[in-house]
């Protein structure tokens, strides 16, 4: 179970808080990979939202079922998506979540084409992806590095990487246009072994100076539509960056464990609950 990870909704460099707030009160919302229920409890607790949960982990479903709070909570694995497994839910769900799950799938495409039609007319897709145009990557290529990690932008179980322009593409070519956007920031070092400071002042400088290498994900509210990928460019490339609080004692530690013991954070996130 790696995917547990807790919400905190004062924390606005956080992926799910920032979900959390893009949902309103009493909205219908599928949950696609909804690990242990971290978004989908407060949801239910506070606005009292009607959740559907979808998660190919039988672990993580076991969690969510004790929590009490999904109407509906379904095994399945997204790469083998089916509309005729969900035709009841045709036309149904204000919001569907795709928190961090595109990456991890076959043809996110393509399956972000069939789920569409699950939404409301007026619906909203909310999906966050993670940006392989931080710094910490973009360093560690440069020195001939490329390492696979438990979690994080090159976690070992990601099958696709993005950019802001390339988010934006596929977006368009599923016509999704972005509607509002966030970001999630993290410390220029990453998880990567190597740091940034082994590069030369000068690279270091127009790596840190792109505003996209600061950035570990994208955070977007969608609604379909038939606009061009200028918009969506436009929207991804204007977002400002906010203040990394994750960019203190916690992360060194962190990223210490991460490269010298791996299998504890792995430990770590799975007893969180």
Known sequence: MLYCKKINLDNHNDSLTQIYNFIPAEATVLDIGCATGSLAFPLVKNKNCKLIGLDFNPESISACKKLKI????????????????????????????????????????????????????????????????????????????????????LDKTHLHFYTYKNIAKMLTNCNLKIVQADTVTLPVNGWQPHKITELPEKIR?????????????????????????????????????????????????????????????????????
């Open 70 to 153: 999904f109407d509906e909570i379904f095994l399945y694995d997204m790469n083998n998506f089916n509309l005729k497994d969900f035709e009841k839910y045709i036309g149904y769900f204000d919001y569907i979540v795709c928190a961090d799950i595109l990456e991890h799938l076959v043809f996110p495409e393509k399956i972000l084409n069939k789920i569409i039609p699950l939404l409301k007319n007026n619906g909203y897709i909310i999906i966050s992806l993670p940006n392989i145009a931080h710094a910490s990557i973009k360093a560690n290529l440069l020195l001939d590095d490329f390492t696979y990690t438990e979690m994080g932008i």
């Open 205 to 273: 400088e127009f790596i840190t100076s792109d505003k996209h290498s600061h950035i570990m994900q994208y955070v977007m509210l969608c609604q379909t539509t038939s606009k061009s990928t200028d918009h969506n460019l436009k929207i991804l490339d204007s977002l400002r960056l906010k203040s990394n609080i994750s960019n203190n004692i916690i992360y060194s530690v962190k990223r210490f464990l991460m490269l010298r013991t791996p299998n504890l954070i792995k430990y770590l996130e799975k007893i969180k609950k």
